[in-house]
């Protein structure tokens, strides 16, 4: 008993240590990391990025006014995902996908088929990293 006092003591002058717990065999215990509520906190998880993004169009036009472009937006973890399309240079509907693990999450929209010859459309990722599709044409699709 004396000698496990003495060991406090130089503990307590050497590293500041104001208690010191000890299990079976003398040993300090493990220190675990508590919420205030006493329970033990889980691990954070490691946010995930998106690591590819393509758009298609579906089929042939269903008629000679829109068409429908599809995306698959794929992570390697799990995010928050926010994005937007953009049809030649003017930004267009944005939208926010929630990745609870890593993997592909599809997207659609309807666009115009009316716009000047050349017009394509694309996605852009805003978070949690910057990245842009392959970019299909809508412009003019019925001639």
Known sequence: MIKKLIVAAMLIATFGISGVAYAQGDRPAQSRQFTPGGKRQPPKPADGKVTSVKVTLRGN??????????????????????????????????????????????????????????????????SPNEVQSNKVPVGELCG
């Open 61 to 126: 036009p269903p008629s000679c006014d829109w068409v429908v472009v599809d995306g698959v937006i794929r992570t390697d973890g799990p995010a928050k995902v926010k994005f937007k399309w953009v049809i030649g240079s003017a930004d267009s509907t944005e939208g926010t996908l929630k990745f609870l693990h890593g993997g592909y999450k599809k997207v659609w929209i309807t666009a115009p088929t009316h716009l000047p010859r050349g017009t394509s459309m694309h996605i852009k990722v805003l």
